[in-house]
């Protein structure tokens, strides 16, 4: 169930740029573009930071020499500075589960749902890190950043695991019109889980819910005299007979995804329900979609 | 200890154990299985939900069923179920055991014996004095029933041995009163005997009576004769009911004096029938060899019939005087011989030499006188190599006056010149009649019919050897019949003429028995007490209860009536009896015997002879236990969820799958064989032996791919019992001492290999040497009992113009790791000769199927793993020498195999270039 701990940092990051492979650029909606002040992609018709080249302006006093074009000057007698296009940049906050409860597989040919999110997690960073967004984790104070380092961070963290049972949301600032992705199996306590949507929604933050689950989470294929725990332990509930459960079971899962989808209907993000016998790239198409989709 | 049946308990009240089963039942149900800690992240979910159904936390019926079993099973096993239990004599009074010990007996001896032994045991056990006696052996001395400790009889009881007769059960009658009480186990024979059912109510009286009958039918082959020119038997069993075939074979010594099976002939009983005249097709000089008859797989005297003269059919020419006249049949000189003869002699009528060519046993020659030289010196030679010439006077002998002056080796006395004439009408006195037969006379013993009369004789002239040569006097005392010994054979001379001119004994029966007394016809009647009176015969070989033959130097004669009664005993068991010329086949079947079971009285108690041996039960039913428990462990897994179930069906599937690798490997070792030149050497057994074998033909292996065209791969090992020879093209052979005979079945395949064009080295690795001691070296007697049973033609040593000496190289001699012994391949054809301009015979068309030697010309070859010599050959250069001659040879050894006689052909190219006028 420990199998997370021997994931190295870099094994981590080779598997999600091979599921990051043959993705478009991923380039964020920027429908609050004028409102943000973090550099981006996306022009702002002016000059200013940028990669892009905007024009040539004849050098006045107090530019530094270095920022000279020398060789547009050398085509006239005056002094060319060369400006860039301002560009902004959109910031995503990403929150990976890694709390105990991913730590868990029905099967041992499934991963587990703690690889998948982290795969799916770190796989939607290095999409948006191509298409030049600042990526950051909910749990990094920092703000989100772009760059390889930045990735290399991420996934330093995301190798970590936690020791709860279940994971909540980080508490964290978020600039309004930045975008957040959580990943979890949402299966811990309701409560927090609502508390961490409506905070992120107060802040203007939009973004999409990724609910991982195994299949036998589904199903609940188990019989017999059972006493079920937790992963960490914390809980646990005996049964006589677990099959009789299946149908209870079944109702409260379903309760509890309805739940999760209003609730992100209500504060205008996107639900997504993920097993681990799906494959990774249509859940990360998907987020792909739902980030980069339509402005709002 | 109870019994149900063929299974009996040892502890039967553990059995009790089983009523607890009820109780199991109800507690195994009211305890549910324990439950399962299972990890699952939603238990969040689950938290607060009610269950609504509570019935799985009874163990399922099956499950309970299963443990039910095992238990059951645990608690049979220690009741100590044995199957087959033996029947134990019970009791403390003395045990008797009798067996009837005869050759009925014999083919279930072995498991009369350990019935004997079982019930020995069980006496020692319970400490009863035992005695043991063979009924057959009649009883002897004071007290025949002489009980003693059961310990003694142990050993005592192996050794016994049936005997070929059978018993005689009105001895016993008496000699079962002179006990006190006593207990009887009968080990019958089951054949209806006269006096069983007294013996069986004299032993009654002593106490009670067993009956041990083997289950199995009894064989028997009677009597013997010939039929149409077949041998013919009678075989008879004893059980009437099913249908068997069997197969009897004739048995006699082969031209080299060893006893082979010179036919078989096959026979079925139908259902209902007991008995079946069979008749074996032989030449009659094969059947002249036939010592004895047996049924094929039946070891008992009764399946054995002996044969004697009565079936000899001695080849006899007849050559008379002068030429037969038409129409004067009666008078003919060979007429009453003919007659006597042809039915049962192989009679040849032909002249002197076309005679001789046929080798009769005996001549017959009849009123011939004067003979060319060259006819008596050819008659003379044939006699002194063991011939048997007769002779009868007539007027020709009389006249021609051979054997007058001195004795003629063809005649036993000397004759006077004339003979006389008695009671003719010219003549005084009256025609004479015959004497008593002298004692030292093979007709001793024979009546004399008072009917036969001699009218005229040649007559004997007087000699101080005269009396010991005369076989029958007239009864004025003068010879009628002599005889004498010449060299190794015999002759003798009838005083009379063959027909009955001269007397009137060719018309009597007494003319036929005097042939017969001579050996020269076979006997046709029966065994005649009269006429046996007073003779005495030797046993030459005797029947044991086996029915093997034995030689008997050590038993005694017996008188011909004892003879002729056909009773047997210890002082005359069945066998041949030599009496003079004459052999009699006693026989352990009587010829009118018919088998039939013996009856018992109602309320016998028959115990089994054939035990199927005790089988102890405990074991199997543990065994089931735990398996039993062990399915449940697996059952109560899947039942608490915690089987996986595909690991277990993997598990199983493991377990239960045969191995089937081995194929594979067969598969592809027989097409390496098949797709590539592999020199192969037979396993002996013997490690070290075979290695060196291995290293051998890797060497030279090595040595024709780097030399010649023929690349060969590795060399393989093949079993000859296994392994699939056709594949390769020679096989070395090294033999040792120490090597087992192949099988029958793989002599068959080595067989199929060589005429299939294989080759075969045989290499006895030991130069030969001490090859003039004991007749031979040890390997290579072993050598020659491998061999015995192969096709192997004649050989020679290897000649100087052999193919093998140039197939690749030319070679003159074939060491190996030792360079002087010869080297022996298949012997040229006898009509090989040289041509003229050619350098060599044309030699053998094909490949010499073996080459047989002993210079050990593996170790000579053999290479390691880095390619240098295993063995040191010889000293130095000289020895390097050796060691490249060496290797040459297997080079032409190969090449001889795969190209055949190719280079032999070469022999044809001047002749070819000739005609082509290069």
Redesign the interface.
Known sequence: ?NDAAQITPDQLRRDAEEAAVGFPALMAGADQLAATISLGAHGRRRAGPGDEFWQYRPATAGDPLREIDWRRSARADAHFVRQMEWQNLQAVHLWVDRS???Q?RGDKDLPL?GERARILGLAAAILLAKGGESVGLMEDPQPPKHGRGQLTKMAMRLVETASDD?GVPPNKEMVRGNRALLIS?F???WESVIAALSRAADQRVQGCLVQVL?PS?ESFP??????????GGG???????????RD??LE??AE?KDQLEALARRTGWMYLCHHTDQPAQSALMWIHNAIAGPAR | MIAFGSLGFLVPALLLGLLALPILWWLLRAVPPAPLRRRFPAVSLLLGLEDRETTPDRTPWWLLLLRMAAIAAAILAFAQPVLNPTDRVAGNAPLLITMDGSWASAQSWAARQDKVNEVLQFAVQDGRPVTVVLLSDGPRGEKPLNFVNAGDWISKAEGLEPNAWEPNYTDWIGAAGTAEAFETLWLSDGLAREGRAELMAAFGEKGDVSVVEADGTVFALRGIGIESGALSTTALRLDAAGSGAFSVLAEGPDPAGITRSLARAEGALDEGAREVELAIELPSELRNRVKRVVMDGVRSAGAVVVTDDSIQRRKVALIGGGTEQEGAVLVSPLHFLRKALVPTADVIEADFTDSLQANPDVIILADVGEMSTQENRAVLEWVEGGGMLVRFAGPRLAASGIGQSSEDPLLPVRLRAGGRNVGGAMSWGSPKALQEFPENSPFFGLDVPNDVFVESQVMAQPDPNLAERVLANLADGTPLVTGKDQGAGRVVLFHVTANAEWSSLPLSGLFVQLLERLAISARTSDLDAAELEGTIWVPEQVLDGFGVLRDAPALAGVDGARLASGVFGNDMPPGVYVSGDRRVALNAVAKDRVLEAAGWPLGTNFLSLTRSEEQPLQAWLLMAALALLCIDVLATLLVGGRLWMRGAIAALALAVLPVQPADAQDEAAILNAANNTVLAYVETGNSKLDEVSRAGLLGLSTELFRRTSIEPVAPVAVNLETGELSLYPFLYWPVSDTQNVPSDRAMERVNAFLRGGGMILFDTRDANIGRSLSGGTPNGKRLQTIARSLDIPSLEPVPQDHVLTRTFYLLQDFPGRYANADVWVEAAPPDAEQLEGMPFRNLNDGVTPVVIGGNDWASAWAIGENGRFLFPVGRGSQGERQREIAIRFGVNLVMHVLTGNYKSDQVHVPALLDRLGQ
């Open positions: 169930m105990a409860s991913m868990y749902k279940y199996d299966l811990g306590d195994d989470e188990f019989d017999g005299r059972t006493i079920f725990e937790s992963m809980l646990s509930f005996e049964t006589r007979r677990a099959k009789a459960l209870d079971y409260r899962l509890r």
